[in-house]
Protein backbone atom coordinates (compact mmCIF):
# COMPACT_ATOMS: atom_id res chain seq x y z
CA UNK A 1 0.00 0.00 0.00
CA UNK A 2 1.33 3.65 -1.25
CA UNK A 3 0.99 6.42 1.63
CA UNK A 4 -1.60 8.11 0.12
CA UNK A 5 -3.81 4.90 0.25
CA UNK A 6 -2.30 4.18 4.24
CA UNK A 7 -3.54 7.51 5.75
CA UNK A 8 -7.31 6.74 4.73
CA UNK A 9 -6.96 3.12 4.90
CA UNK A 10 -4.38 1.69 7.00
CA UNK A 11 -5.46 0.14 10.56
CA UNK A 12 -9.45 1.23 9.71
CA UNK A 13 -12.01 -0.96 9.48
CA UNK A 14 -16.10 0.46 9.51
CA UNK A 15 -17.54 -0.02 12.69
CA UNK A 16 -18.53 -3.41 12.68
CA UNK A 17 -21.87 -2.80 14.59
CA UNK A 18 -23.05 -0.35 12.41
CA UNK A 19 -21.04 -0.10 9.47
CA UNK A 20 -20.19 3.85 10.06
CA UNK A 21 -17.33 4.69 7.84
CA UNK A 22 -15.46 6.86 10.40
CA UNK A 23 -14.24 5.08 13.30
CA UNK A 24 -16.43 5.89 16.78
CA UNK A 25 -15.36 7.83 19.19
CA UNK A 26 -15.55 5.09 22.58
CA UNK A 27 -16.23 7.31 24.95
CA UNK A 28 -16.64 4.65 27.79
CA UNK A 29 -13.85 3.96 30.60
CA UNK A 30 -14.68 0.64 31.09
CA UNK A 31 -16.57 -2.64 29.35
CA UNK A 32 -19.60 -4.83 29.95
CA UNK A 33 -17.64 -8.84 30.25
CA UNK A 34 -20.27 -11.73 29.19
CA UNK A 35 -19.25 -13.47 32.16
CA UNK A 36 -16.55 -14.06 34.73
CA UNK A 37 -13.10 -13.35 32.47
CA UNK A 38 -14.86 -13.41 28.92
CA UNK A 39 -14.74 -10.01 27.05
CA UNK A 40 -14.65 -8.93 23.67
CA UNK A 41 -10.60 -7.91 24.04
CA UNK A 42 -11.92 -5.32 25.98
CA UNK A 43 -11.62 -4.58 29.71
CA UNK A 44 -11.06 -1.09 31.50
CA UNK A 45 -9.79 1.96 28.77
CA UNK A 46 -6.48 2.83 30.03
CA UNK A 47 -5.78 -0.81 28.70
CA UNK A 48 -7.41 -0.86 25.58
CA UNK A 49 -9.66 1.25 23.26
CA UNK A 50 -11.19 0.54 20.50
CA UNK A 51 -10.44 4.27 18.93
CA UNK A 52 -7.28 4.01 19.92
CA UNK A 53 -6.38 0.65 18.78
CA UNK A 54 -7.80 1.92 15.02
CA UNK A 55 -5.07 5.39 15.45
CA UNK A 56 -2.05 3.44 16.77
CA UNK A 57 -2.66 0.51 13.66
CA UNK A 58 -2.73 3.13 11.17
CA UNK A 59 0.34 4.83 13.22
CA UNK A 60 2.40 1.32 12.71
CA UNK A 61 1.70 1.49 9.28
CA UNK A 62 2.31 5.32 8.55
CA UNK A 63 5.78 4.26 10.12
CA UNK A 64 6.81 0.76 8.74
CA UNK A 65 6.75 -0.42 12.00
CA UNK A 66 5.58 -3.48 13.74
CA UNK A 67 3.35 -1.56 16.49
CA UNK A 68 2.40 2.11 17.86
CA UNK A 69 1.34 3.34 21.03
CA UNK A 70 -0.20 6.32 21.80
CA UNK A 71 -0.03 8.79 24.83
CA UNK A 72 -1.23 11.92 26.08
CA UNK A 73 1.66 14.29 24.82
CA UNK A 74 4.43 14.29 22.55
CA UNK A 75 6.66 14.26 26.05
CA UNK A 76 4.16 11.53 27.53
CA UNK A 77 5.55 9.70 25.08
CA UNK A 78 9.34 10.07 25.23
CA UNK A 79 8.53 10.30 29.30
CA UNK A 80 7.49 6.25 28.71
CA UNK A 81 10.63 5.20 26.69
CA UNK A 82 12.86 6.76 29.13
CA UNK A 83 10.93 4.82 31.83
CA UNK A 84 12.59 1.69 30.01
CA UNK A 85 15.77 2.99 31.43
CA UNK A 86 17.51 2.20 34.80
CA UNK A 87 19.99 4.42 37.18
CA UNK A 88 23.34 4.77 35.94
CA UNK A 89 22.22 4.22 32.15
CA UNK A 90 23.71 6.70 29.80
CA UNK A 91 21.88 8.36 26.34
CA UNK A 92 23.62 10.26 23.36
CA UNK A 93 21.49 12.84 21.79
CA UNK A 94 21.62 15.40 19.52
CA UNK A 95 22.17 18.67 20.87
CA UNK A 96 20.29 21.03 18.74
CA UNK A 97 17.02 19.62 20.31
CA UNK A 98 13.36 20.54 21.43
CA UNK A 99 13.55 22.25 24.42
CA UNK A 100 11.16 20.20 26.26
CA UNK A 101 13.13 17.11 25.39
CA UNK A 102 16.45 18.25 26.85
CA UNK A 103 14.19 19.62 30.13
CA UNK A 104 13.01 15.88 30.74
CA UNK A 105 16.26 14.30 30.12
CA UNK A 106 18.14 16.47 32.14
CA UNK A 107 15.50 17.70 35.08
CA UNK A 108 13.64 15.20 35.76
CA UNK A 109 15.47 11.92 34.65
CA UNK A 110 19.32 13.24 35.57
CA UNK A 111 17.50 13.28 38.67
CA UNK A 112 16.70 8.85 39.42
CA UNK A 113 20.26 8.87 37.89
CA UNK A 114 19.84 8.74 33.91
CA UNK A 115 22.93 10.71 32.23
CA UNK A 116 22.78 12.06 28.64
CA UNK A 117 25.67 13.49 27.04
CA UNK A 118 24.45 15.88 23.98
CA UNK A 119 26.36 16.39 21.48
CA UNK A 120 26.69 17.23 17.54
CA UNK A 121 25.94 14.45 15.25
CA UNK A 122 27.25 16.24 11.69
CA UNK A 123 29.86 13.68 12.02
CA UNK A 124 27.91 10.23 13.35
CA UNK A 125 31.85 8.88 14.17
CA UNK A 126 31.72 11.72 16.88
CA UNK A 127 29.35 8.89 19.01
CA UNK A 128 31.94 6.69 19.26
CA UNK A 129 33.58 8.42 21.86
CA UNK A 130 30.76 9.07 24.35
CA UNK A 131 30.08 5.27 24.08
CA UNK A 132 30.42 3.00 27.11
CA UNK A 133 28.65 -0.05 29.16
CA UNK A 134 26.62 2.20 30.25
CA UNK A 135 25.45 3.92 26.88
CA UNK A 136 21.66 2.43 26.80
CA UNK A 137 19.95 5.08 24.05
CA UNK A 138 21.20 6.85 21.13
CA UNK A 139 18.31 9.98 20.19
CA UNK A 140 18.50 11.92 17.25
CA UNK A 141 16.32 14.55 16.39
CA UNK A 142 16.41 15.41 12.18
CA UNK A 143 15.59 18.13 10.88
CA UNK A 144 16.37 19.52 14.88
CA UNK A 145 14.72 22.53 16.05
CA UNK A 146 15.17 25.69 15.07
CA UNK A 147 18.24 24.92 13.43
CA UNK A 148 17.30 22.28 10.76
CA UNK A 149 20.54 20.56 11.07
CA UNK A 150 20.13 16.94 9.24
CA UNK A 151 21.55 14.05 11.21
CA UNK A 152 22.65 10.83 8.90
CA UNK A 153 19.74 8.48 10.14
CA UNK A 154 21.20 5.73 8.23
CA UNK A 155 25.32 6.16 9.62
CA UNK A 156 24.06 6.65 13.15
CA UNK A 157 21.87 4.00 13.13
CA UNK A 158 24.57 1.75 11.67
CA UNK A 159 26.61 2.64 14.62
CA UNK A 160 23.97 2.00 16.93
CA UNK A 161 24.05 -1.25 16.07
CA UNK A 162 27.53 -2.18 15.70
CA UNK A 163 27.50 -1.90 19.72
CA UNK A 164 24.01 -2.98 20.17
CA UNK A 165 22.66 0.13 21.11
CA UNK A 166 18.63 1.12 20.72
CA UNK A 167 17.69 4.31 18.41
CA UNK A 168 15.08 6.23 19.07
CA UNK A 169 14.27 8.73 16.51
CA UNK A 170 12.01 12.28 16.91
CA UNK A 171 10.10 12.57 13.30
CA UNK A 172 8.07 15.29 14.28
CA UNK A 173 9.52 17.70 12.23
CA UNK A 174 9.65 15.66 9.13
CA UNK A 175 5.93 13.77 9.82
CA UNK A 176 6.24 9.96 8.41
CA UNK A 177 5.11 11.63 4.80
CA UNK A 178 8.63 12.81 4.29
CA UNK A 179 10.74 10.24 6.33
CA UNK A 180 10.57 6.56 7.43
CA UNK A 181 13.40 6.53 10.02
CA UNK A 182 12.75 2.44 10.82
CA UNK A 183 13.49 1.85 6.89
CA UNK A 184 16.87 3.04 7.83
CA UNK A 185 17.51 1.37 10.80
CA UNK A 186 16.17 2.93 13.60
CA UNK A 187 14.60 1.28 16.44
CA UNK A 188 11.84 3.64 17.38
CA UNK A 189 10.43 6.42 16.42
CA UNK A 190 8.52 8.96 18.37
CA UNK A 191 6.07 11.35 17.45
CA UNK A 192 4.69 14.91 18.96
CA UNK A 193 1.66 14.19 17.18
CA UNK A 194 0.10 17.36 18.10
CA UNK A 195 2.47 18.61 15.30
CA UNK A 196 1.95 17.53 11.38
CA UNK A 197 -0.06 13.91 12.51
CA UNK A 198 -2.95 16.10 14.02
CA UNK A 199 -1.79 19.09 11.75
CA UNK A 200 -5.09 21.37 12.78
CA UNK A 201 -3.64 22.99 16.04
CA UNK A 202 -6.49 21.41 18.08
CA UNK A 203 -5.09 18.64 19.67
CA UNK A 204 -1.61 17.51 22.07
CA UNK A 205 -1.06 14.06 21.56
CA UNK A 206 2.42 11.41 21.35
CA UNK A 207 3.19 8.65 19.89
CA UNK A 208 6.05 5.69 19.83
CA UNK A 209 6.48 3.52 17.12
CA UNK A 210 8.33 0.34 17.34
CA UNK A 211 10.25 -1.68 14.57
CA UNK A 212 9.55 -4.90 16.79
CA UNK A 213 6.95 -6.35 18.49
CA UNK A 214 8.81 -7.73 21.74
CA UNK A 215 9.89 -3.78 22.75
CA UNK A 216 6.49 -2.59 21.93
CA UNK A 217 5.18 -5.45 24.23
CA UNK A 218 7.80 -3.71 27.34
CA UNK A 219 6.26 -0.25 25.88
CA UNK A 220 2.51 -1.04 26.41
CA UNK A 221 3.23 -2.21 29.97
CA UNK A 222 4.62 1.15 30.74
CA UNK A 223 1.98 2.40 28.57
CA UNK A 224 -0.63 0.53 30.86
CA UNK A 225 1.55 0.67 34.15
CA UNK A 226 2.05 4.54 34.27
CA UNK A 227 -1.07 5.42 32.45
CA UNK A 228 -0.42 8.75 30.70
CA UNK A 229 -2.62 7.24 27.59
CA UNK A 230 -4.89 10.16 25.12
CA UNK A 231 -8.94 10.48 25.24
CA UNK A 232 -10.47 8.77 22.50
CA UNK A 233 -11.72 12.24 21.17
CA UNK A 234 -8.09 13.11 20.64
CA UNK A 235 -7.49 9.66 18.78
CA UNK A 236 -10.70 10.63 16.57
CA UNK A 237 -8.91 14.17 15.90
CA UNK A 238 -5.85 12.76 14.56
CA UNK A 239 -7.29 9.72 12.65
CA UNK A 240 -9.40 12.50 11.13
CA UNK A 241 -6.52 14.77 10.26
CA UNK A 242 -4.39 11.77 9.00
CA UNK A 243 -6.47 11.59 6.27
CA UNK A 244 -5.21 14.56 4.71
CA UNK A 245 -1.58 14.36 6.15
CA UNK A 246 0.20 13.53 2.72
CA UNK A 247 -1.51 16.86 1.04
CA UNK A 248 -1.12 19.27 4.15
CA UNK A 249 2.71 18.30 4.37
CA UNK A 250 3.41 18.64 0.96
CA UNK A 251 1.68 21.69 0.17
CA UNK A 252 3.55 22.78 3.55
CA UNK A 253 7.12 21.94 1.59
CA UNK A 254 6.33 23.93 -1.47
CA UNK A 255 5.09 26.93 0.40
CA UNK A 256 8.25 26.58 2.68
CA UNK A 257 10.29 25.79 -0.95
CA UNK A 258 8.90 29.87 -2.39
CA UNK A 259 9.30 31.64 0.64
CA UNK A 260 12.82 30.25 0.91
CA UNK A 261 13.86 31.79 -2.36
CA UNK A 262 11.79 35.01 -1.60
CA UNK A 263 14.20 35.22 1.56
CA UNK A 264 17.34 34.92 -0.09
CA UNK A 265 16.82 37.83 -2.28
CA UNK A 266 15.64 40.24 0.40
CA UNK A 267 18.23 42.57 1.31
CA UNK A 268 16.96 42.26 5.29
CA UNK A 269 17.63 39.17 5.92
CA UNK A 270 21.13 37.58 6.12
CA UNK A 271 21.31 33.73 6.53
CA UNK A 272 18.19 30.90 5.97
CA UNK A 273 18.43 27.97 7.29
CA UNK A 274 16.38 25.65 4.73
CA UNK A 275 17.80 22.38 4.20
CA UNK A 276 16.49 22.53 0.53
CA UNK A 277 19.10 24.57 -0.38
CA UNK A 278 22.06 23.24 -2.07
CA UNK A 279 24.63 25.55 0.39
CA UNK A 280 22.86 23.53 3.33
CA UNK A 281 25.23 21.43 4.69
CA UNK A 282 22.63 18.26 5.61
CA UNK A 283 21.27 19.10 1.87
CA UNK A 284 22.89 15.74 0.38
CA UNK A 285 21.74 13.87 3.25
CA UNK A 286 18.12 15.29 3.06
CA UNK A 287 17.74 14.41 -0.16
CA UNK A 288 18.67 10.81 0.70
CA UNK A 289 16.24 10.78 3.67
CA UNK A 290 13.37 12.64 3.08
CA UNK A 291 10.93 12.86 0.39
CA UNK A 292 10.87 16.61 -0.13
CA UNK A 293 12.70 19.63 2.80
CA UNK A 294 9.98 19.92 5.14
CA UNK A 295 7.65 22.94 5.89
CA UNK A 296 10.01 24.28 8.32
CA UNK A 297 12.73 27.57 7.62
CA UNK A 298 14.63 29.85 9.99
CA UNK A 299 16.62 32.77 8.89
CA UNK A 300 18.62 35.88 10.52
CA UNK A 301 18.28 39.46 9.99
CA UNK A 302 21.68 41.62 9.13
CA UNK A 303 20.35 43.61 11.87
CA UNK A 304 21.12 41.06 14.13
CA UNK A 305 19.19 42.26 17.14
CA UNK A 306 16.23 40.74 19.49
CA UNK A 307 14.00 44.66 18.37
CA UNK A 308 14.53 43.84 14.84
CA UNK A 309 13.29 40.29 14.93
CA UNK A 310 10.48 41.54 17.03
CA UNK A 311 9.75 44.31 14.08
CA UNK A 312 9.03 41.25 11.87
CA UNK A 313 7.13 39.40 14.04
CA UNK A 314 4.36 42.28 15.10
CA UNK A 315 4.00 42.91 11.57
CA UNK A 316 2.66 39.84 9.84
CA UNK A 317 -0.90 39.39 9.45
CA UNK A 318 -1.17 35.36 7.97
CA UNK A 319 1.38 34.30 9.74
CA UNK A 320 0.77 34.65 13.49
CA UNK A 321 3.09 34.76 16.17
CA UNK A 322 3.04 31.21 18.22
CA UNK A 323 4.64 28.21 19.34
CA UNK A 324 4.25 25.16 17.79
CA UNK A 325 4.64 24.56 14.33
CA UNK A 326 2.96 21.86 11.48
CA UNK A 327 -0.73 23.03 11.52
CA UNK A 328 -2.52 23.88 8.00
CA UNK A 329 -2.13 28.01 9.51
CA UNK A 330 1.62 29.56 8.75
CA UNK A 331 3.35 30.54 12.09
CA UNK A 332 6.15 33.08 12.67
CA UNK A 333 8.58 32.68 16.40
CA UNK A 334 11.46 33.97 18.07
CA UNK A 335 13.28 30.74 19.25
CA UNK A 336 15.29 33.00 21.35
CA UNK A 337 12.47 34.11 23.54
CA UNK A 338 9.91 31.25 23.03
CA UNK A 339 11.03 27.92 22.80
CA UNK A 340 14.65 28.42 23.73
CA UNK A 341 13.94 31.38 26.62
CA UNK A 342 15.32 28.80 28.91
CA UNK A 343 18.52 28.04 27.58
CA UNK A 344 21.33 31.26 28.13
CA UNK A 345 22.62 32.83 25.40
CA UNK A 346 25.86 31.98 25.27
CA UNK A 347 24.45 28.47 24.85
CA UNK A 348 22.20 29.80 22.61
CA UNK A 349 24.92 31.58 20.42
CA UNK A 350 27.21 28.31 20.46
CA UNK A 351 23.89 26.76 18.81
CA UNK A 352 24.15 29.64 16.21
CA UNK A 353 20.51 30.67 17.23
CA UNK A 354 21.26 34.17 17.21
CA UNK A 355 19.13 37.10 18.57
CA UNK A 356 17.49 37.85 15.44
CA UNK A 357 16.71 34.06 14.53
CA UNK A 358 13.17 33.99 13.22
CA UNK A 359 11.34 30.31 12.66
CA UNK A 360 8.54 29.80 9.99
CA UNK A 361 5.95 26.92 10.16
CA UNK A 362 4.57 27.27 7.17
CA UNK A 363 0.60 26.56 6.58
CA UNK A 364 -1.68 25.55 3.59
CA UNK A 365 -2.51 28.91 2.59
CA UNK A 366 -1.97 30.28 -1.10
CA UNK A 367 2.22 31.53 -1.21
CA UNK A 368 1.24 34.63 -2.69
CA UNK A 369 -0.36 35.98 0.37
CA UNK A 370 2.13 34.21 2.15
CA UNK A 371 5.20 36.41 0.05
CA UNK A 372 3.19 39.62 0.45
CA UNK A 373 3.04 39.23 4.05
CA UNK A 374 6.45 38.94 4.70
CA UNK A 375 7.77 41.46 2.08
CA UNK A 376 5.62 44.03 3.92
CA UNK A 377 6.61 42.90 7.21
CA UNK A 378 10.42 42.91 6.30
CA UNK A 379 9.91 46.31 4.39
CA UNK A 380 8.95 48.38 7.24
C1 LIG B 1 6.38 19.69 20.33
C2 LIG B 1 7.54 18.78 20.25
C3 LIG B 1 7.77 17.79 21.24
C4 LIG B 1 6.89 17.66 22.47
O1 LIG B 1 5.60 17.25 22.15
P1 LIG B 1 4.27 17.67 22.97
O2 LIG B 1 3.19 17.06 22.16
O3 LIG B 1 4.24 19.18 23.00
O4 LIG B 1 4.42 17.09 24.33
C5 LIG B 1 8.85 16.95 21.07
N1 LIG B 1 9.67 17.07 20.00
C6 LIG B 1 9.50 18.00 19.05
C7 LIG B 1 10.46 18.07 17.91
C8 LIG B 1 8.43 18.88 19.14
O5 LIG B 1 8.27 19.82 18.20
Known sequence: MKFGTKVIHAG????????????PIFQTSTYVQESLGKHKGFAYARSQNPTRAALEANLAALENGAR???FGSGLA???ALLQTLNPGDEIISTNDLYGGTHRLFTKIFGRFGIKTHFIGMDEPAAIEQYLNKNTKLIWIETPTNPMLNIIDL???CAIAKKHNIRTCVDNTFASPYLQTPIDLGADVVMHSATKYIGGHSDVVHGALICKDEAFAEELAFIQNAAGAVPGPQDCFLLLRGIKTLHLRVQRACDNARAIAHFLKDH???KDIYYPGFESHKGHAIAKRQMRDFGGMISFTLKEDTREAAAKVLEKTHYFSLAESLGGVESLIGHPASMTHASISRA???ALGLSDSLIR????????EDLIADLKQALDQ
Open 154 to 156: EAV
Open 267 to 269: PKV
Open 12 to 23: IEPDPSTGAIMT
Open 77 to 79: AIN
Open 360 to 367: LSLGIEDV
Open 68 to 70: ALC
Open 347 to 349: ERL
